[in-house]
């Protein structure tokens, strides 16, 4: 599995914009597309919530292959 550190200058990040941000999709749309199939766990747990707020601490996983660590 890939892991990949993102460092956030915010409060939070939006799920949707971390997998942008993070270059994990290429587009929001992408983003909308892989989170609404169930393919996104979010400590863990399948998230369906585009808007999730992700602080640092929280990690996403894509599909068991890609993983982001806010920081």
């Known amino acids: 599995m890939e892991k990949e550190t993102v460092q ?3 409060e ?3 799920l ?3 997998l ?4 994990a999709v290429e587009t929001g749309g992408d983003a ?3 989170i609404q199939e169930g393919r996104v766990k ?3 747990e399948t998230c369906t919530m585009r ?12 599909d068991d292959e890609l993983e ?4």
């Open 8 to 10: 956030i200058r915010t």
């Open 51 to 62: 808007g999730k707020k992700m602080r640092p601490g929280d990690v996403a996983c894509i």
């Open 68 to 71: 982001l660590t806010v920081q």
């Open 12 to 14: 939070f990040i939006k």
């Open 20 to 23: 942008k941000f993070a270059g």
């Open 16 to 18: 949707q914009d971390l």
């Open 42 to 44: 979010v400590n863990g």
């Open 32 to 34: 909308k597309l892989i």
